[in-house]
């Protein structure tokens, strides 16, 4: 069976401060797909990053960096001098070889950034 | 492009009615996925479609729910009998692929039963 753990439910920042959202998952798949994707207040669903099982390299797209460790089985995601537009809900998903496309989110982290 | 277009987006019914919400895929994509979103059980997998075929519906929460995908262009998920406890913003997504590649999701539909 596959599962996303987000065990941070809320985090509360002020702006300019470093943030960590934590991911988790389980899988028995071989190859797999991670993915986080952010929801701003206006409700829609914005994709950020995609890494694959066997790419551990850790990627920076300006003040968002993600690292992956397959050894934790985690794929934290880290905001650097945080902004107010930051705030919004974050998911990790999760998507595997062997269950036909089966894409499944996390609870999700609501990330408010004060000014 | 025009991305996932989803309607309506706003439904307000009373308990009882028929509710049946639309999603046009991502020309091109040939996985489909409905989800519900919740404060309480965050965004939950209904079902999703691979080629127009369901592939997994385990999430579908009871025979109240179904879902159709008569061909790759249009998609249904309907309630009927709608409950309270079905409010909810629904989210339908495509992607290209079957698992490599990130879904795109449409701006969802806000439910409302009373």
């Known amino acids: 069976a596959q599962k996303v753990t987000q065990a941070q439910t809320e985090i509360s920042v002020v702006e300019k401060e470093d943030v960590t959202l934590d991911c988790v998952y389980e899988?028995?798949?071989?190859?797999?797909?991670l993915f986080w994707y952010k929801q701003p207040p206006s409700g829609e669903l914005v994709f950020l990053i995609r890494?694959?099982?066997?790419?551990?390299q850790n990627e920076i797209s300006g003040r968002y960096s993600w690292n992956f460790q397959k050894s934790t089985s985690s794929f934290n995601f880290t905001i650097t001098a945080s902004q107010v537009v930051d705030s919004a809900v974050y998911f990790c998903?999760?998507?595997?070889?062997?269950?036909?496309?089966?894409?499944?989110f996390g609870q999700g982290t609501e990330l408010s950034v004060k000014p | 492009d025009a991305g996932v277009i989803q309607s309506p987006r706003h439904e307000v019914t009373e308990m009882g009615q028929e509710v049946t919400l639309r999603c046009k895929p991502i020309?091109?994509?040939?996985?489909l996925f409905w989800y519900r979103q919740t404060m309480m059980r965050g965004l939950e997998l209904l079902i999703y479609?691979?080629?127009?075929?369901?592939?997994?519906d385990s999430g579908m929460p009871e025979d109240r729910f179904s879902a159709k995908m008569p061909n790759a262009s249009f998609s249904t998920l309907k309630i009927q009998p709608s409950e309270p406890r079905d409010s909810a913003v629904y989210f339908c997504?495509?992607?290209?692929?079957?698992?490599?590649?990130?879904?795109?999701f449409g701006q969802g539909t806000r439910l409302t039963v009373v």
């Open positions: 997504a495509s992607r290209p692929d079957r698992e490599n590649t990130e879904a795109f």
């Open positions: 890494r694959n099982s066997f790419d551990e």
């Open positions: 899988t028995r798949d071989t190859t797999y797909y």
């Open positions: 998903a999760l998507s595997g070889n062997n269950q036909g496309g089966k894409l499944i």
């Open positions: 020309s091109g994509h040939n996985s």
């Open positions: 479609f691979n080629n127009n075929v369901p592939i997994d």
